[in-house]
């Protein structure tokens, strides 16, 4: 079964970087778009950011001009450079891959049942 596993998480300072890593087995992926999401307490989840099987990427307001996703099919293993970390990015951060999909549609940023879901990774933001 398809398997989504979140790490990087952690404390990282106001202005400072993290970066997260999922990797991803139980599927061919190269056939599917990855993405990202992040929740935080008392909130709705919220779409990240997204990549296609040929790279092209997909941002959110919250993740424009931050954050940097990018995917390596040699480690099946999808990545979420965020810089500049602000006292609103602590949440518990999110992988997610479709049952079906290769590129990043209109409907990539939905929270939806037909995505899997890793078990997410916190990052908390704090001097």
């Known amino acids: 079964q398809v398997q989504l596993v979140e790490s990087g998480g952690g404390l990282a300072q106001p202005g400072g970087s993290l970066t997260l890593s999922c990797k991803a087995s139980?599927?061919?992926?190269?056939?599917?778009?990855m993405s990202w999401f992040r929740q935080a307490p008392g909130k709705e989840r919220e779409a990240l950011s997204c990549?296609?099987?040929?790279?092209?990427?997909v941002y959110a307001d919250a993740a424009k001009g931050r954050f940097t996703i990018s995917r390596d099919s040699d480690t099946n293993t999808v990545h979420l450079q965020m810089n500049n970390l602000k006292p609103e990015d602590p949440a518990v951060y999110y992988c997610a891959t479709p049952e079906v999909g290769a590129y990043c549609g209109r409907t990539w940023a939905r929270v939806s049942d037909s995505y899997y879901w890793g078990q997410g990774t916190q990052v908390t933001v704090s001097s």
């Open positions: 990549v296609s099987v040929d790279g092209r990427t």
């Open positions: 139980g599927l061919t992926f190269e056939y599917y778009y």
